[in-house]
């Protein structure tokens, strides 16, 4: 399995550059555990989805501590055919989902929200979830619409896209379990992801 | 068939919101062919490609002609089978692609590309091509590979997605290419897509 995220950060000041950088910062307790690439358009991240959306989270929540509106892309990836296997991107949590029935994995996500952190950091998001290879792929996404629409960080259907809206800790944890729990372990999927904090849109 | 983009233009610029409101401008020309509403996170359309990929690009090229970094994240769909049927997304290229080779649709696309405006406006893009719902969906992808490599606007491949470079016409030629001739033509096609001009990255 390969498992990582293309990630941007959008700061929408004339100081982007000072706040991506100091938003990088945030990733150094994850270096060990994640392979991080960064070119002139997105970081790569390689990793078990542990370490991965809590990189990805605590990058957002870094930069959303400041005043200025900022938003992020992430495209997120698992079990992708064309991607080499990665024993850096085992997740315990896939292979235990392996044999078990949609209803339960609708619970556990649940319960691992509940159980997230509160960092203190207000965040919108809008994200796709995507199951890929397989005839019936819109029934783990109408399964993973119930889970979110029962997490507490759902905030409305879109056209194309969930949005939610919560503490970055809530909302993260959402998005890891809707990446983990839905689609066949060992499947592909994909998500498509955008964040946003401090818009003047909603003042 | 339901077809449709959620569209963010990110100006990395404390100006930001004047960056963006004539912006969206330049959608003013499609407003007869799309349906165009705006909220706190994006932009959606519907409509058919052809006006729809247009209008994406236009917007995209207005802010990209100004001097500061700026980027866009948009999530195409058709097809999706939670949307309900629209007939102002008609798309003739599809009806008549749905008999064709994956052979022929790869020639077709690259003649579309090469007959593209030039915007006088070089633009970064990368992108993720998902065809939903069907078993064989990397046969599909690497035709559309087969396809971007020759197009004249392919970069690089990356892990999860593909870079383009070029002028604004031929780029998002090969995007509304790639969008319409691969994956069935009645099937759940969806595309994840960032572009990105003036950054300093590349200076």
Redesign the interface.
């Known amino acids: 399995m390969?498992i990582?995220?293309?990630v941007?950060l959008?700061?929408?000041?004339?100081?982007?550059?000072d706040v991506v950088k100091s938003g990088l910062t945030a990733l150094t307790p994850y270096t060990d555990d994640l392979r991080i690439e960064t070119?002139?358009?997105?970081t790569?991240m390689?990793g078990a989805p542990e370490p991965l959306l809590d990189a990805i989270r605590d990058l957002f929540a870094e930069a959303a501590r400041r005043p200025?509106?900022v938003?992020m892309?992430v495209?997120l990836?698992r079990g992708?055919?064309?991607?080499p296997d990665d024993p850096s991107c085992h997740c315990e949590a896939l292979v235990r989902a392996q044999d078990l029935l949609l209803e339960d994995r609708k619970a556990l996500a649940s319960e691992a929200v509940a159980a997230a952190p509160d960092l203190g950091v207000g965040i919108?998001v809008?994200f796709?979830l995507?199951?890929?290879?397989?005839?019936h792929?819109?029934d783990e996404?109408y399964g993973c619409i119930d889970f979110l629409k029962a997490s507490g960080t759902f905030l409305k259907s879109?056209?194309?896209?969930t949005?939610l809206r919560g503490d970055a800790g809530a909302v993260f944890e959402t998005l890891r379990q809707a990446f983990l729990r839905f689609g066949p372990a060992e499947g592909?999927v994909?998500i498509?992801l955008?964040a946003?904090a401090n818009?003047?849109?909603?003042r």
């Not at 959008?10 to 550059?17: A, E, I, L």
């Not at 992708?80 to 991607?83: K, L, N, Q, R, W």
């Not at 879109?158 to 896209?161: M, S, V």
């Open positions: 390969f990582g995220a293309q941007s959008y700061p929408m000041t004339s100081d982007f550059v070119d002139d358009m997105s790569l390689v200025e509106h938003t892309h495209t990836s992708c055919p064309g991607e919108d809008q796709s995507y199951v890929l290879g397989q005839d792929h819109m996404i879109k056209n194309f896209c949005r592909h994909t498509d955008t946003s818009s003047p849109s909603l």
